[in-house]
């Protein structure tokens, strides 16, 4: 069960990436908390907040800060900050496997859940930008003969905002499949093709990890490569993405965290059985901290596209150009947790192996140390919702 999503409160939401997938915050909380998950329902920690900080007692409060939530149970995984590109604080806590002890460190590499969405964004505007395809060329036209309902009415561009009407992937023929035989995309197919849409195509919003699945086909069936052969070749080489990789889940990496979910239990218990064979195009990609914060920093160096692409990656428009954006991404499932933190100068970078909010209340904690104030909003750990509520602080944006 991957999402993703991207976290801001309604200020924070000045590119076209935040609001197209603010519903899917909604979505990732609402889960965890109506499991009753203790993560997700718990009071967090607040942050000692003092404003006008010097960067280096910035880099102090996190380390503290971060010391305190991992010592109280709330924080297992890495924190990377930077400003400008400067290291400002890097910290690891927790266990990556709890039953040999062997802790987190810088180069332990995590489940990024949904975090891996950005990098088949990047794959399909590099293939665009080539001339390759269009965004607005039909599924049918890259994948002839498929079953999947609407395709020759779905676009490339309604699969990137989730306007397809497509749904999840992520259910009881998932659960049944089982999770760990599906390891290439084409595994994937026969868990929603044949399934009617939710509506028309571009009359509507919803989140849809099919989607995703289906573009990782399109990019598969356009460059003649499996999409983690692309990814591999075109985004982490040229990223300096070292110790990324797509290993499968029975794969043993010695620098792999476990994740560890409350999810059902009352006791942290390791989430292998619920992950797919090997990561796919919508999720479940594994990378360290640096490595996710070196995929950031080459993007807004057009150093993955050109100038025009990463203006329509970053910011929804070939014309503008800003490159210090404010932007939230997030990945959450069982036992998984990635957040993205751009707000201007300042990157941050936190990865964790547990549930949801592990990682997003830890990212915004550390963004409020940094400015010395509270953002409010807050959704991420907000209390129990009354059934059949949506957690208040989440906006529904318009489409863009």
């Known amino acids: 069960m991957t999402l993703s999503h991207r976290v801001s409160t309604v200020r924070r939401m000045r590119t076209w990436l935040s609001c197209l997938l603010a519903i899917a915050v909604a979505a990732i909380i609402h889960r965890h908390i109506a499991a009753g998950d203790p993560d997700a329902t718990r009071d967090w920690p607040e ?32 924190i990377v900050v930077t400003k400008a590109g400067k290291p400002i604080a890097t910290a690891a806590h927790g266990l990556a496997r709890i039953e040999d002890r062997t ?90 093709a044949g399934e009617p849409l939710a509506f028309e195509p571009g009359t509507s919003q919803r989140y849809s990890n099919a989607g995703y699945i289906t573009l990782g086909l399109v990019i598969e069936r356009v460059t003649g490569e499996t999409y983690r052969d692309y990814v591999t070749k075109h985004i982490f080489a040229p990223a300096g993405m070292t110790k990324s990789g797509w290993w499968a889940v029975d794969e043993r990496v010695p620098n792999r965290a476990t994740g560890y979910t409350l999810h059902g239990s009352t006791d942290r218990t390791p989430n292998t059985k619920s992950l797919s064979g090997r990561p796919s195009s919508a999720g479940g990609t594994y990378a360290t901290a640096g ?73 915004r904690a550390v963004i409020e140390i940094i400015h010395g104030t509270s953002r409010g909003g807050r959704p991420m750990i907000r209390k129990r919702a ?13 489409s863009p």
């Open 47 to 78: 942050p000692a907040l003092t404003p006008g900080l010097s960067d280096a007692q910035i880099g102090t409060a996190i380390a503290d800060h971060a010391r305190r939530l991992a010592d109280g149970g709330y924080f297992s995984g890495v």
């Open 103 to 192: 802790p987190n460190t810088v180069d332990t590499v995590f489940n990024i859940g949904s975090l891996t969405k950005d990098f088949t964004k990047v794959a399909i505007a590099q293939l665009a930008q080539a001339g390759k395809l269009s965004l607005d060329d039909s599924v049918a036209k890259h994948l002839a003969g498929t079953t999947i309902v609407g395709a020759d009415r779905i676009t490339i561009r309604q699969l990137l905002e989730h306007r397809s009407g497509m749904g999840d992937v992520f259910g009881a023929k998932y659960d049944a499949a089982p999770p760990s035989r599906l390891r290439e995309l084409a595994d994937f197919v026969p868990l929603f």
């Open 291 to 363: 490595d996710i914060a070196r995929f950031y920093d080459a993007l807004l160096a057009d150093k993955l596209l050109s100038a025009k692409w990463t203006s329509w990656m970053v910011n929804g428009s070939f014309d503008d150009t800003r490159r210090e954006p404010s932007i939230g991404v997030a990945g959450g499932a069982p036992g998984v947790n990635a957040t993205v933190e751009l707000d201007g100068p300042w990157h941050v970078v936190v990865l964790a192996n547990f549930d949801p909010p592990s990682a997003m209340a830890t990212a």
């Open 386 to 398: 009354p059934p059949g509520s949506s957690p208040t602080g989440v906006a529904s944006p318009a």
